[in-house]
């Protein structure tokens, strides 16, 4: 799962693509206060701040309140975009 000092640069078209995918796949799945885990597994504990070293999936999610304030900065953006 790990990948390190990878990246791209989405243009306009893909930026827009990306934006759509996450409102309308990903946004969706999620209510107020709850979160997407790595697993593709959503949550409305709060995350508790442990640092996993046996499962590595355990140290990454998402909360809605970020999603949708990346989801508005990936509209705004006028590309490219690099993300990575």
């Known amino acids: 799962m790990t990948r390190y000092n990878c990246s791209a640069e989405l243009d306009q078209q893909q930026v827009a ?3 759509d995918f996450l409102q309308a796949r990903i946004l969706v799945r999620l ?3 709850e ?3 790595a697993d593709g597994s959503v949550t409305d504990v709060p995350d508790g ?3 996993y070293r046996d499962d590595l999936a355990k140290n990454y999610s998402v909360h ?3 999603l949708v304030r990346i989801i ?3 509209r705004a953006a006028k590309g490219p975009v ?3």
């Open 49 to 51: 701040r442990t640092l």
């Open 82 to 84: 690099r993300v990575g």
């Open 72 to 74: 508005d900065f990936l």
């Open 64 to 66: 809605r309140e970020m």
């Open 17 to 19: 693509t990306l934006a």
């Open 35 to 37: 979160r997407l885990l």
């Open 31 to 33: 209510g107020a206060g």
